[in-house]
C-alpha cells in the first residue's frame, strides 16, 4: 500500500486541473452520466492518475466511507480524494462505475478537487 498522505505520489497539477474540471458537466441542466464516466475513465487512465500507486486497501477500509456517505468529501484532503477517483475509475468497468458511483458522489469529489485547482 502506498503512503497516500505523501504528497510525491499526487498527479501533477495540470491533471488535478483536468479532472477537476469535470465539475462543470454537473451545472449543465441535462447530461448523459454514462458518458461523462467513460470520458473521465479514459482521461483517468490517459493521464495515469494515481495509477502507479497501490491503495486498494485504503480504498477498502477507507473509501467504502465516501460511497457511503459523499458529505465527507466536503473537508475530505487532497491525496484522499486523488485516491478514491484513481482506484474506482482504475479498479471498476463502466458498468460497475455506474452502479457504485452515483452521480452524487461523484459530484461531490469533483467540488473538493476542483477547490484544489489553479486557478
Same mark, same amino acid.
Given at each position: 500500500m502506498s503512503n497516500i498522505?505523501?504528497?510525491?505520489g499526487l498527479p501533477s497539477q495540470s491533471a488535478i486541473d483536468l479532472i477537476a474540471s469535470y465539475r462543470a458537466e454537473f451545472e449543465k441542466t441535462t447530461y448523459d452520466y454514462a458518458l461523462l464516466l467513460s470520458k473521465l475513465k479514459q482521461d483517468i487512465l490517459k493521464l495515469? &492518475?494515481?495509477c502507479q500507486?497501490? $491503495?486498494?486497501?485504503w480504498m477498502m477500509r477507507r473509501g467504502r466511507d465516501y460511497l457511503d456517505n459523499p458529505k465527507l468529501f466536503n473537508h475530505a484532503p487532497l491525496t484522499?480524494?486523488?485516491?478514491?477517483?484513481?482506484?474506482? &475509475?482504475?479498479?471498476?468497468?463502466? $458498468?460497475e462505475l455506474e452502479e457504485k458511483l452515483t452521480p452524487e458522489i461523484l459530484e461531490n469529489a469533483?467540488?473538493?478537487?476542483?477547490?484544489?485547482?489553479?486557478?
Open positions: 498522505h505523501s504528497i510525491n495515469e &492518475f494515481m500507486q497501490d $491503495n486498494q486497501i484522499y480524494i486523488c485516491v478514491f477517483l484513481g482506484e474506482i &475509475f482504475k479498479e471498476e468497468d463502466l $458498468n469533483l467540488i473538493r478537487l476542483y477547490e484544489f485547482k489553479l486557478h
